[in-house]
C-alpha cells in the first residue's frame, strides 16, 4: 500500500542505522531535539546490540546529515511478540518537513518486514502535535493511562512535571490504519459537527496571556465526549508556566473518569472556534465487545 507523501518529505533517504558515528548522531538526536538534559542517551553501544538482537534504530539522511532516527526493540507481553517504539526524534530545523510521519511509515515498512503485527510506544497526552501525529495521522489507538510512568526527569519536557504518558498500539495492517495513511481523513466539517454533539469533560479559559488553562472537570454521561488539551504546548511552557500542573492533573482526571465509566479515544482533532485553534480528543462509549483503556498506577 503506498503511503500518502506529505510535500518536500521526498529529498530524505531512510534506513538501519550501522556505523559507530552514526549511532552517536542519534545521541545528539536525543540530547538535542529531545531535551535531555541530564538524562543519560541511550549509548551507542546499546544502540548496535538492540539493532543486532531484533529491535530497530532508524535514520532519515538528508545527503550524509542524520536529521532524525527511530529506536524501538522487540516487545513481549506474555502473548504476542510486537515491536516497543522507545522514542522518535526529529532536530528542530527538520521538525517542519513532516519528518516524524515519515519516520514512523517507514518504522511501520520494516516492522511488517519482520513479521510483526503492532507497534507500541507512549507519549505525553498534554501534546496535541504528538496526538494529532499518532491518532490522527496514523491510526494508532489508546490502549491505557499511564500515571507519572518514568518518575521524576530532568529532560526540558519534563522537569518539574509528572511523567504520565498514554500508552498507544498501533496495529499495522488494519483497513482504518492504511486508509488513514492513505489520506483518506474526516473533513473539517465532520470534525466540527462531532465535536459540537460531544459534552465537554475538560473546561477552560483563556488565562492572562490569551493562552487557555483548564477551569474544571466534568464526569461525562453522553455517548460522545471531548477532552481539551493545550494546543500548543511548548507555547505554555513558554507564557503560562504556572498552568502546566494544572493542566497534567485536570488531563488526568478527565481520563480516569472517562476510561472508569467505559469511554475509549476514537481521534484527536483541531477545531477552529471563534478565530482559536484548539485540539481535543474524541471520545466514544465502548459498546457490547468494545474495549476500554485503562488507567495504570505508576
Not at 559507530?20 to 545528539?28: A, L, N, S
Not at 527511530?70 to 527538520?94: C, I, K, N
Not at 486508509?179 to 473546561?203: H, Y
Request: glycine share 10%; hydrophobic share 40%; with cysteine.
Amino acid at each position: 500500500m503506498a503511503v500518502a507523501s506529505p510535500t518536500g518529505a521526498d529529498a530524505f533517504r531512510f534506513r538501519r542505522l550501522d556505523k559507530p558515528e552514526e549511532f552517536r548522531g542519534v545521541e545528539e538526536i536525543q540530547r538535542g531535539a529531545l531535551g535531555l538534559g541530564s538524562e543519560p542517551p541511550v549509548p551507542g553501544s546499546l544502540q548496535r546490540a538492540i539493532q543486532d538482537h531484533g529491535g530497530l534504530v532508524l535514520g532519515a539522511f538528508t545527503d550524509i546529515y542524520l536529521a532524525g532516527c527511530a529506536v524501538g526493540l522487540l516487545g513481549w507481553d506474555g502473548e504476542r511478540l510486537y515491536h516497543y517504539s522507545h522514542f522518535l526524534g526529529v532536530r528542530p530545523e527538520y521538525q517542519n518537513h513532516h519528518l516524524g510521519y515519515r519516520l514512523k511509515a517507514f518504522q511501520r515498512d520494516v516492522v511488517l518486514q519482520q513479521g510483526l503485527p503492532e507497534i507500541r510506544w507512549t507519549y505525553d497526552p498534554l501534546s496535541s502535535r504528538l496526538a494529532h501525529l499518532y491518532l490522527r495521522r496514523l491510526g494508532a489507538g489508546v490502549t491505557g493511562y499511564l500515571l507519572h510512568h518514568f518518575g521524576r526527569l530532568a529532560t526540558a519536557r519534563d522537569e518539574g512535571l509528572e511523567t504520565d504518558r498514554l500508552s498507544v498500539t498501533w496495529t499495522l495492517a488494519a483497513p482504518p490504519v492504511e486508509q488513514r495513511l492513505a489520506g483518506r481523513l474526516p473533513t473539517r466539517e465532520e470534525d466540527a459537527r462531532r465535536w459540537r454533539a460531544a459534552t465537554a469533560i475538560v473546561e477552560t479559559e483563556p488565562g492572562d496571556s490569551g493562552i487557555r488553562r483548564p477551569t474544571a472537570v466534568a464526569e461525562p454521561s453522553t455517548p460522545s465526549a471531548h477532552l481539551e488539551v493545550p494546543f500548543d504546548l511548548d507555547l505554555v511552557r513558554e507564557h503560562e508556566p504556572a498552568s502546566l500542573r494544572p493542566w497534567r492533573h485536570a488531563v488526568r482526571d478527565a481520563f480516569r473518569l472517562a476510561l472508569d465509566l467505559g469511554y475509549r479515544v476514537d481521534d484527536f482533532v483541531v477545531v477552529s472556534a471563534e478565530h482559536e485553534r484548539r485540539g481535543f480528543y474524541l471520545l466514544e462509549r465502548a459498546g457490547d465487545g468494545g474495549t476500554a483503556a485503562r488507567v495504570k498506577e505508576g
